[in-house]
């Protein structure tokens, strides 16, 4: 779960608070990894959602992009001269 956590980019007060949790309680419960199963689910909740692997995608999309010779569909439309208007 702490790998989890650490990976999510989120900070752990910030999750603390998202799920209710005292923030001193929740760095305690880090450290010792003892997790009860609807704190595992609410954490889940908060680190996994889609708005976040939106974003992550989008990352990973725009690094793409400028570390590559990457060309747009419509771009390779044009370079391959296909006229795919119907």
Known sequence: MNVLIDKSSYKTGFIAK?????AVLFYIKK????????????ILAVIENEEKEDHELGQIMRTLEKES???SYDDLK?????NLEL
């Open 78 to 82: 044009i370079e391959m001269g296909w």
């Open 69 to 71: 010779n990457y060309m």
């Open 31 to 42: 450290h010792r990894g003892c997790w009860a199963k609807i704190e595992v689910e609410r």
């Open 18 to 22: 998202k799920i209710g949790m005292p």
